[in-house]
């Protein structure tokens, strides 16, 4: 136990020791010289002031080891730098004695010591003093890679041969616990099969990745290449799985805060990196205009949009933020995370219901909101099947409520967040997305009409499934995956759109800095996902075998569900933007007078909770509304 612990310790020696065993070397070289010489009949020193030479030597050797700081280095992690360090120091010792030699052999007519003597001394004592290091480097490298049985380490490939993987390879190398035995690198372009890096080999890429790691009998692969494309990603990532091969990914090295805790960072490739998107650009000037400086109110801001929503608009340094939700626990948590951020702008948080105008109205007249971000709503399809009046509550009555006071108090925009749900909707929650986009659309026709540039500027962002947002259908697999399965699914065939939280809000940011009223903005979701695919990598990805480790079970569609989504009406056109992920979809707008009395009465029969007679108004509202799978489907068979 004494044992480890020492040798555990050693690269971590007082700063005194180093130069103590330095001065031992120093001395031993000096004694070397001193014998060599002394064989070929030959005297090192030839002045009778030995003692002051001698003192003299380790003096300037001293002096120069504190000028070029050699033993402030920690010694099992000594690298070039050390060595270079230590050949400074030995030359300006050369230097200073030869010089020294030279002015006695002009003034004194004597040369105190032999010149060859002191290059021989000097060679001897960089050689002693550079060894030394290389040997307890190698100790402690060797100590270190075989204090865990082989067994337990993960045998792993590196994908790359930039400077990233040989910085990831000598981080995971060095790291205590050690997790992971590198057995060699990859090259994509097979250029380098004959060579070898930090003694480890580059191996030619012949076959796929997984005949070659079977060959070398590698167990999993770091994917540490930051120039490797999306698709080249996924195709490495595809053919380890199929193979029950671990895959790991780590950030590029200067996001890297510790290097000491790289293996924490080598993380197992999660299903938002296999989304295939390009990355997003944004136009940060052009958000940055509309929200610097500015008073910003975003509703349903302790969900998973609204927060992420409040995360990125205080990155554009507004003037004061309104968080706003009816949720307590989720807002006080949001609260106290954006206590943590560094930020000039002041946050103000509000717990209230948007249903409740009155309250809306006194957060309005209090706080004179520039800009609103509308992210309140309820989302969860079957729910509102079952709950009709809330989803007229909430989604419709409640975004009447802030498009009037935004218009009354004059705000310069409002971008309200909507979904895929609401084109040709077949369930409630949708459908209820779509007359709120509806209504929003025709009061920015009446009050542009009534008051021309001066109207709040109503807009509309569409989009689909949102990875990781509450209860979607990834956390949920990852809950069901923990748990051992099985996972469940409400149809073999069942399609979506998804998009990355970040994704969704620079999006939306981006469409509101850009619109310019009544537009409704669509965004590049994408290829689809075969929902069942998205469980088989997933379990697949958890290191588990789909069918055999962990099941798949076919549970039937939920009240209301699609087997795909849509993002146009059918007799929608799309529009491009200067944005290439969004579109603007020209829906029909309608009449406000005649939209206005209808959702009037449709709040109405919500107050009387008469489900049916709901259900019936919003399909004469929406007429492309046609219920799937649900008790609702009578109501459109009367039609």
Excluded at 558 to 578: A, F, M, Q, V, W
Aim: aromatic share 10%.
């Amino acid at each position: 136990m004494n044992s480890r612990f020492n040798m555990h310790n050693l690269g971590y020696l007082p700063r005194w020791l180093i130069v103590c065993i330095d001065l031992f070397v120093l001395m031993l070289s000096f004694f070397f010289t001193y014998l060599i010489f002394k064989g070929m009949g030959l005297d090192y020193i030839t002045t009778p002031y030995s003692i002051l030479f001698i003192s003299s030597l380790f003096g300037i050797n001293l002096f120069f080891f504190w000028l070029f700081r050699t033993y402030s280095g920690i010694i099992r992690h000594s690298s070039n730098i050390d060595a270079v360090k230590l050949l400074f120091s030995q030359i300006s010792v050369l230097i200073i004695f030869l010089a020294f030699n030279l002015i006695a052999q002009i003034f004194l007519k004597q040369k105190p010591y032999l010149n060859t003597a002191l290059f021989i001394n000097i060679v001897l004592s960089f050689c002693g003093l550079f060894l030394y290091r290389v040997v307890v480097k190698q100790t402690f490298e060797h100590y270190f890679s075989e204090k865990k049985n082989n067994n337990q380490l993960i045998r792993t490939i590196i994908y790359g041969t930039d400077a990233n993987a040989i910085s990831v390879a000598n981080a995971l190398k060095f790291e205590t616990p050690t997790r992971f035995k590198i057995v060699g690198f990859v090259d994509k372009n097979n250029q380098n099969g004959s060579k070898r890096m930090l003694d480890l080999p580059i191996l030619v890429l012949k076959k796929k990745l997984p005949a070659m790691m079977r060959s070398i009998g590698a167990e999993s692969v770091i994917i540490a290449d930051k120039a490797l494309s999306k698709e080249e990603q996924i195709i490495i990532v595809d053919q380890c799985l199929e193979y029950n091969y671990k895959v790991f990914t780590v950030p590029l090295i200067s996001d890297w805060e510790n290097q000491k805790e790289i293996s924490q960072k080598v993380k197992t490739i999660q299903i938002e990196d296999l989304l295939e998107r390009k990355p997003i650009v944004l136009d940060n000037k052009a958000i940055s205009k509309q929200l610097k400086d500015k008073v910003i109110l975003i509703t349903g801001a302790a969900g998973s949009i609204g927060s992420e929503i409040v995360r990125q608009v205080l990155a554009f340094n507004p003037k004061k933020i309104i968080i706003l939700d009816q949720a307590e626990t989720p807002l006080h948590h949001l609260k106290l995370e954006t206590e943590s951020i560094a930020t000039t702008a002041i946050i103000r948080t509000v717990i209230a219901d948007i249903r409740n105008k009155e309250a809306m109205d006194m957060v309005f007249k209090m706080y004179k909101p520039q800009v609103v971000f509308h992210a309140a709503a309820y989302k969860h399809v079957p729910l509102m099947e079952e709950n009709p009046c809330q989803a007229i509550f909430t989604n419709i009555k409640g975004t009447r409520n802030l498009a009037d006071l935004s218009c009354l108090y004059k705000v310069k925009k409002f971008v309200m967040v909507s979904t895929d749900k609401a084109v040709n909707p077949s369930n409630v929650m949708g459908a209820s997305k779509r007359i709120a986009e509806k209504y929003v659309q025709s009061l920015q026709l009446r009050d542009h009409q009534e008051k021309g540039a001066a109207a709040t500027k109503f807009i509309t962002t569409r989009f689909g499934n949102v990875l990781g947002s509450n209860g979607s259908v990834v956390p949920l697999f990852t809950k069901q995956i923990a748990e051992g399965g099985p996972l469940t699914i409400t149809h073999k065939d069942i399609i979506r759109y998804f998009m990355t939280i970040p994704e969704a809000c620079q999006l939306v940011l981006e469409a509101g800095a850009m619109g310019n009223g009544g537009e409704i903005y669509i965004f590049d979701m994408g290829k689809p996902v075969k929902i069942i695919d998205l469980a088989r990598k997933m379990i697949k990805l958890a290191g588990f075998i789909p069918e055999k480790d962990i099941n798949i079970q076919i549970v039937g569609l939920r009240p209301g569900e699609k087997l795909y989504e849509e993002l146009l009406n059918d007799t929608s056109k799309s529009i491009p933007t200067h944005h290439a992920k969004i579109m603007i979809a020209q829906e029909i707008q309608e009449e406000f007078e005649t939209l206005h009395a209808d959702i009037n009465e449709l709040i109405r029969l919500a107050d009387l909770f008469s489900n049916d007679n709901i259900v019936s108004q919003m399909k004469k509202i929406v007429p492309e509304f046609k219920s799937m799978n649900s008790v609702y489907e009578v109501l459109d068979e009367k039609g």
